[in-house]
């Protein structure tokens, strides 16, 4: 059974930091994307950042609103990706979500997944 728990969520003042980490479990962690997405309150979920399976090369993708604030990582011995999240803004507010896909092309972007975590919210005031 694919799992995925999302942690590292909170409050925080803006220009502050937080870290996500995405623990996965039941499928071949090399085979799979990992994306973050967010849902904002009345707006549609986004992608935010991805990367393709370690198969695939582990080719990143940054929307870019976040490009030069946020970092994902993987670690593959853990079975985690990581997501740094620096600088934060009052519009980075959303629930932040987990997903994974197999990795059948280079651009995680562009996957539809079908494996979500529980979500992990994330505030920052202003």
């Known amino acids: 059974e694919v799992q995925l728990v999302e942690s590292g969520g909170g409050l925080v003042q803006a220009g502050g930091s937080l870290r996500l980490s995405c623990a996965a479990s039941g499928f071949t962690f090399d085979d799979y994307a990992i994306g973050w997405f967010r849902q904002a309150p009345g707006k549609e979920r986004e992608v935010v950042s991805c990367i393709s399976s370690r198969r695939r090369n582990g080719i990143i993708y940054y929307t870019d609103s976040v490009k030069g604030r946020f970092t994902i990582s993987s670690d593959n011995a853990k079975n985690t990706v990581s997501l740094q999240m620096n600088s934060l803004k009052p519009e980075d507010t959303a629930v932040y979500y987990c997903?994974?896909?197999?990795?059948?092309?280079?651009?995680?972007?562009?996957?539809?997944?079908?494996?979500w975590g529980q979500g992990t919210q994330v505030t920052v005031s202003s």
């Open positions: 997903a994974a896909e197999p990795s059948v092309s280079n651009w995680c972007a562009r996957l539809r997944y079908d494996y």
